[in-house]
């Protein structure tokens, strides 16, 4: 009983610093205590409404969707912070679409790329780069044209 009221007062605490998705702070408890303590730790902080997975992606689609492509960041939620598909769609329409083509253009400019200056080889290695972060290609392509223009 002792374990199990440490296990909660650590949940809080680990809270308290920021917040977390539940399987990040079941993996934070199950590092010091049995898988049954961290079930009723996370129960009992789930009650109270320290913990809501939904409210998290919300917040984490807002705040991370102004600096990252929208795809990026759903799979930042899927994969690293352990968020289910259905939150996640939820969240997703809680939340306005972001223009990505903001975001483009930051990172042309972030890059020095200059559209009149910029070889073949250059633009090729530019779209595979905004790729790589998530971006569409439909998006991707529209900034390139609209800049050589």
């Known amino acids: 009983m002792d374990e199990l009221k440490r296990a909660k007062h650590r949940a ?8 977390r998705t539940e399987q990040e702070l079941r993996t934070k408890l199950s590092r010091n205590y049995d898988p049954e303590i961290v079930d ?10 320290y913990i809501d997975d939904r409210r998290y992606a919300v917040n984490y689609l807002k705040s ?3 600096v990252k492509s929208r795809r990026q960041v759903e799979q930042e939620l899927l994969y690293k912070k352990g968020i289910s598909r259905d939150v996640l769609e939820e969240a997703c329409q809680e939340t306005e679409p972001q223009d990505e083509s903001l975001l483009i253009r930051r990172w042309m400019e972030k890059k020095h790329y200059s559209p009149e200056e910029a070889t073949q080889e250059e633009q090729r290695r530019l779209y595979l ?3 790589r972060r998530g971006f569409r290609s439909e998006d991707i392509l529209k900034e390139l044209r609209c800049r050589d223009e």
């Not at 809080?12 to 917040?19: A, I, M, N, P, Q």
């Not at 009723?40 to 409404?49: D, I, L, S």
């Open 40 to 49: 009723e730790a996370v129960r009992y902080v789930k009650q109270y409404g």
């Open 12 to 19: 809080l605490y680990l809270l308290e610093r920021c917040d």
């Open 129 to 131: 780069f905004l790729m």
């Open 64 to 66: 991370r969707c102004q």
